[in-house]
């Protein structure tokens, strides 16, 4: 019988001491820095299984122990490769942690998907949840987001899955990912939410002003970053020319990478959040995480916000 149908079972007092656990694992166990995999296979720079493990290896001698991944990476190959690294690395799978997602299904080579969609009914998340598990030759996933908000999500589903893959020890927490602060909190009436990754940097702040790292904070939803370094390096705007003049001064001062200064940004924000990283390169890991001991003053995280936004504050 299903928790949900258990005439004794309370709601509310079961997901919030799941929730706590989730919360106390999330806080305690992943790195501040999040190691992202999506560019290290055929979307990106197509490491073989050797390359990989020797990045796997150089992350955890750095700091580095929590890895992102999805499903769909690679057009649903970057997990096996991932997997067969791992498998190489010789590491203590409990000292580092496995993220991935599903719910998108993408038009690609792997699939037979006539349009790109989400899908997120119970049999299918815990059967992408499974899938993940043993390509990435994990045992178990640390994190399983879901991927993007469907307009067709039913959480009740969501609920039968999530309760049964955490029932089953195949994942030790639950979170989403580009959900928006109303769309997060519909889901965790119904199941904890204890992460939402979101597309958050110093060109692209406006979960900052649209409720979405208030409502985390307030929640004790961990917050990760993808592109945290933004269009900084990829444009040539009125934007990122303010950004690198502000830059420029502030390497001096901090004696770090414009990079470093761009993660130092994020990483000063109250929500304490964790950016995910992109770069398959050695030297910008140890950069990355390098960043984590720079101290911004107040005065100059408001610099290059308003380099940024191009005005200053209210």
């Given amino acids: 019988m299903s928790l949900l149908e258990h005439e004794s079972w309370s709601p509310s007092l079961y997901f919030l001491l799941l929730l706590r656990l989730q919360i106390y694992y ?27 493990t020797q990045r796997i290896n150089f992350c955890v001698e750095q700091g580095i122990t929590t890895f992102d991944h999805a499903d769909i990476y690679g057009d649903y190959s970057t997990e096996e490769t991932y997997g067969k690294a791992l498998s190489q690395a010789g590491i203590n799978r409990e000292t580092i942690q496995l993220i991935s997602k599903c719910g998108i299904q993408y038009v690609g080579k792997a699939r037979d998907n006539a349009i790109k969609h989400y899908q997120y009914d119970a049999e299918y998340i815990i059967w992408s949840a ?28 969501v609920v039968k899955a999530i309760e049964t893959l955490l029932d089953t020890g195949k994942i030790r927490a639950f979170g989403v990912s580009n959900f928006t602060p109303s769309q997060t909190r519909l889901l965790s009436k119904y199941v904890p939410v ?21 409502m985390m904070i307030s929640k004790d939803i961990t917050p990760m970053a ?60 140890a950069q990355a995480v390098a960043a984590e001991h720079i101290a911004l003053e107040e005065t100059d995280w408001f610099a290059l916000w308003v380099a940024s936004q191009g005005h200053k504050v209210p």
């Fill in 26 to 52: 999330m806080k305690t166990t992943f790195s501040r820095t999040v190691q992202g995999c999506m560019g290290w296979g055929s979307w990106g720079h197509d490491l073989s299984a050797s390359e990989m």
């Fill in 226 to 285: 993808w592109s945290p370094l933004g269009s900084v390096f990829k444009e040539d705007s009125e934007q990122t020319k303010r950004i690198h003049t502000v830059l420029e001064n502030l390497t001096k001062k901090y004696s770090a990478t414009k990079d470093q200064l761009l993660l130092g940004w994020i990483l000063k924000h109250p929500a304490m959040i964790h950016p995910v990283i992109g770069t398959s390169t050695e030297s910008r890991i």
């Fill in 130 to 157: 499974e899938r993940s598990i043993k390509l990435l030759q994990a045992e178990y996933l640390d994190l399983f987001l879901l991927h993007r908000p469907s307009p067709l999500l039913q959480p009740e589903e």
């Fill in 194 to 214: 204890s992460v939402n990754q979101i597309e958050f940097s110093l060109t692209h702040f406006q979960p900052m002003l649209q409720g979405d790292l208030d």
